[in-house]
């Protein structure tokens, strides 16, 4: 991905974020996620351009843990009448978090891109959070979350971490500002 696009896609979606009152968010949780997002964001576009060792050895590794690791309470949260699903959904959000701390050396990046190849990582990442977002009372529209999460494998596998993030912060940092899944129903 160009640099320069890149930094202002975050530089729009960060003034749009920034801009968004916290009401706007139905679910707390959904705020700090996308707080969460918005300084991989910052750290994936600082790694483009310069080289950091913690950045590119550690950081990306604790903000996707820490991603996914937001669902988790969120879940229990919203605890549904369907333990089924909601029981399911924690087993397969833990078993993620598992497979992604057992993994760590994937997550190396250089210049904003996996150095490693994290392909199996990355598919098993698409199914278990397809599922998630499919059976989830937590998410309003589970087809547009599953569109922004298979739209990064159109480019290269180790770029898939920086398309993901930007993507999800500019369609996230536009939906809560406007309101667009509330205006759409």
Known sequence: ???????????LST???ITTPVDNYKIKGWYYKSL???????????SMFYSN????????????????LLLIPMVLENYSENKIINNTNLLLLTGLII????????????????VNNPKNLIY????????????????????????????PLLFPIECYGLYRV????????????????????
Do not use: C
Not at 166 to 185: A, D, G, M, P, R
């Open 1 to 11: 991905m160009d640099k320069y696009l890149y930094l202002t896609l975050f530089s």
């Open 53 to 68: 060792y913690y950045i590119d050895n550690y950081f990306v590794f604790i903000s996707i843990s820490l991603n996914v």
């Open 99 to 114: 497979y992604i701390l057992l993994n760590r050396k994937l997550f190396l990046v250089s210049k904003g891109k996996f």
């Open 166 to 185: 930007i993507l999800l912060q500019f369609f996230s940092s536009i939906n809560y500002k406007f309101k667009l899944w509330e205006k759409l129903n």
């Open 36 to 46: 969460l997002i918005n300084i991989a964001s910052f750290f994936l576009l600082y």
């Open 15 to 17: 003034l749009l974020f």
């Open 124 to 151: 098993a990442y698409i199914i278990i959070l397809s599922i998630f977002f499919l059976s989830s009372s937590l998410i309003d529209e589970p087809y547009s979350s599953i569109f922004l999460i298979l739209i």
